[in-house]
């Protein structure tokens, strides 16, 4: 009896050395076992583990993504413009027995490494670097990290500039830059339309050259869209080439104050339409004929008087 009752306790005893022994490895973990202060060259990886109790100690390395911000840095860029950029590193623990030995803690060290590296990267870069070209920057930023933590057994997988905070008075002079480029560009879209639109004018007032009446219907369509308008007052401008028109009808009388050469020409050519005449040619009188005629109208008015006769000498 008492031999069954020592074996039960030597078997009992066993058994709780052995449970102390138990470990138990999460799916996203890595375990490193140090056996008397030295590190075992096996990994142990999830589910359970045995460990000798009182001499292996069990580290446990989590080797999942790390995502750590890096607090906001300010610093002065090439082009002397102050600024304050923040940005994020993901990281995972590619060795866990580096990142256990090599380094006391390496998430810490990761963050210290991060901040100056950002620090280096702002002294390099120009300010529309950091706004507009962050891909380089971010490429950049990731080898200066990555650097040092490959002895610490860390891969680094991504690392991004998140925000750029500037001071107020730069933010207003890039304000007013963006402003004037936007005016200049209205400017030149306006000034590109008009040039379309004369070209365009041009085009159609050549058209509208070899055909007048294409003038007239374009002045009746503009009259009615004004009157569409329901105003009080219409203004109807009077078309110039209608006046060269009416003008181009209009007979002209003949030198002696008679009928329009035209209607004579118009009743001779209804009267003997058969066998029209040639336009008759007007002699021009000449300058004495002129004079004589003149002096005749003076007589007749008793204006002139005729000349004394000159009495011979006795």
Wanted: aromatic share 4%; proline share 7%; glycine share 6%.
């Amino acid at each position: 009896m008492l031999a069954v009752d020592v074996v039960l306790g030597v078997l009992g005893a066993g058994a709780l050395w052995l449970a102390t022994g138990v470990r138990v490895v999460q799916q996203f973990e890595k375990g490193v076992v140090f056996r008397f202060g030295r590190v075992r060259s096996g990994i142990r990886g999830p589910g359970l583990t045995l460990l000798l109790p009182v001499a292996d100690r069990l580290r446990k390395v989590n080797v999942q993504i790390i995502t750590m911000p890096v607090p906001a840095q300010e610093g002065i860029t090439r082009d002397n413009v102050t600024v304050r950029v923040d940005a994020v590193v993901y990281f995972r623990v590619e060795d866990p027995v580096l990142a256990t030995v090599n380094v006391q803690n390496y998430t810490f060290a990761m963050s210290q490494v991060a901040q100056t590296s950002l620090r280096s990267i702002i002294g390099k870069s120009e300010l529309d670097d950091l706004l507009t070209n962050r891909e380089p920057l971010n490429q950049g930023l990731e080898l200066m990290i990555d650097s040092p933590a490959v002895g610490w057994g860390i891969h680094i997988d991504r690392v991004e500039i998140k925000d750029v905070a500037l001071p107020e008075s730069m933010k207003r002079s890039m304000s007013r830059q963006a402003e004037a480029e936007r005016e200049r560009r209205a400017r030149i879209i306006t000034a590109d339309g008009e040039f379309q639109a004369s070209r365009k004018l041009s085009e159609a007032a050549t058209i509208m050259s070899d055909t007048p009446a294409a003038l007239q219907l374009r002045l009746l369509q503009t009259v009615v869209e004004v009157a569409a308008e329901k105003n009080s007052t219409l203004v109807l401008p009077f078309p110039v080439e209608l006046l060269r028109f009416l003008d181009g009808m209009t007979p002209k009388p003949d030198s002696n104050g008679g009928a329009p050469a035209a209607a004579a020409r118009a009743g001779a050519a209804a009267v003997a339409p058969s066998a029209p005449e040639p336009p008759s040619v007007e002699p021009v009188p000449s300058v004495p004929e002129l004079e004589a005629e003149a002096d005749a109208e003076l007589e007749a008015g008793g204006l002139l008087f005729p000349e004394s006769e000159e009495h011979p000498e006795a």
